[in-house]
Each structure stands twice: as C-alpha cells, then as structure tokens.
C-alpha cells in the first residue's frame, strides 16, 4: 500500500518562515505534487517534484529526497492568505500501466499576526 | 483559463436516493478523477478514467459507478445513497504523462449530504 504522513496542524507568524514536511513510503515513484486548499475551496497546485533537489517558485519551495522518502514545502514570508492546508501527493504506477496519485491528509496551516 | 466545473456546490439527498455529480472540464484532458475528502481521511480516489468509455476502480469504489461517455464530461452516480456517502466531492482532470504540465486542476467541489 501507499502511506504518505505530514503533520495535521501548524502555527506559524506572520512574516515568517515556515517548513511542512512530508515522508511517504510508497511502491514506486512518479513525482510528488504539493497543493493548496483553502477552506471550503478546491486545491490548487504549487509545486511538483521528480528529481531530488530544491524547486523554488517565488515565495514557496519545495525539496525532495527520494532516497530519504522525504519532502518539504518552505514558505517564505508569510502573509495571512497563507492560512491554508498543504496536500502533500505522490504520484506512483499503477496496475494495467497506469499512473495513481496518492494524497496525504493535509496540513492546516494558520498564520497568526 | 483553465476550468473544470462541478454541476451544483451543494446538494442534499435522501437515504436511497440514486445521485448523480457531474463534472465537465476545458482543457481537452484524457484522464479524469473523482475523489471525496472527508476531515482526518484526506482525498481519497473513487474511480477514474483515461479515455472515453473507460473507466478503472480507485480505492473506495464501493457504492460508487462512473460514466464517461464525451472527453470532457466524468459522472460520478451513487447507485443508492447512504447517510456514509456524505461527504465533500471533487472532480479532477489532468494532461496524461509523468512529466511536468500534469498536475490535476480540480473542480469546486460538491458537498453532498445524505440524509
């Protein structure tokens, strides 16, 4: 089976910078995807990574380690429409030549003033 | 703009009750998902699809049928809706692929209750 793990909640304050971690342990891999989700709103994407090494997209990056099974999302200075869950999905083979894209559960983010 | 739009935001239904969640996108994409998010389970895929007429079981198919009969319209259809189905649906769809450009684009999501 799949088993991606992220922490359920973070606080973090304004201006700051936060790490969300993901680890994941899973039968192949294709690429790990990080999202946004806004409460009551449909996710949207941030970021996706395939080889190891940092990606940086303005104020948000995200880091892979497919060795370490591993992935973070930083966010730099963080500003109060920042207050959001991050999905952290991995994407793996699926049976009949597929490809299936797992999802954590998501880490509710507040950002506090 | 990149689009995909779900039928209604909101929709309550009786235990029993055959539904059907619609799901159009714009984007001339092959593969189209249906998930349902509930609080503490994450996104958890129901079925999906890679072509027209084509359908596979994602990891909670019971309940649950699909049809997919144009490119660009995915139904999802509870064949008799139980108070369990409640829940936040989202529809997907995606470029096929395992490179860059295939991420999903999701729809506003239905949130059905059952009672």
């Known amino acids: 089976g799949q088993n991606i793990d992220q922490p359920t909640e973070m606080t973090a304050t304004e201006g700051a910078i936060v790490q969300i971690n993901c680890t994941y342990q899973?039968?192949?891999?294709?690429?790990l995807f990080w999202y946004q989700q806004h409460a009551g709103e449909a996710p949207t994407f941030l970021s996706y990574?395939?080889?190891?090494g940092l990606e940086e997209k303005g104020r948000f990056s995200s880091f892979l380690s497919r060795s370490k099974g591993y992935s973070y999302l930083l966010l730099k200075e963080l500003q109060m429409k920042d207050s959001a869950s991050y999905l952290c999905?991995?994407?793996?083979?699926?049976?009949?030549?597929?490809?299936?894209?797992?999802f954590g559960t998501g880490t509710k983010l507040q950002v506090i003033p | 703009d990149v689009k995909v739009t779900q039928s209604s935001r909101y929709l309550v239904k009786r235990t029993g009750e055959k539904v059907f969640l619609e799901c159009v996108q714009d984007?001339?994409?092959?593969?189209m998902f249906w998930y349902r998010q509930d609080p503490g389970l994450g996104l958890r895929l129901i079925y999906f699809?890679?072509?027209?007429?084509?359908?596979e079981k994602g990891d909670i198919p019971e309940g649950y049928s699909v049809s997919r009969e144009k490119k660009e319209r995915f139904s999802l259809i509870l064949e008799s809706a139980s108070t369990n189905q409640t829940s936040m649906y989202l529809c997907?769809?995606?470029?096929?692929?395992?490179?860059?450009?295939?991420?999903?684009?999701f729809g506003q999501g239905t949130r059905l209750t059952v009672v």
């Open positions: 997907a769809s995606r470029a096929p692929g395992v490179g860059v450009n295939t991420e999903a684009f």
């Open positions: 899973t039968s192949g891999f294709n690429g």
């Open positions: 990574n395939v080889l190891d």
């Open positions: 999905a991995v994407r793996v083979p699926n049976s009949g030549g597929y490809q299936k894209v797992t």
């Open positions: 984007m001339d994409h092959e593969n």
């Open positions: 699809s890679y072509d027209v007429k084509m359908k």
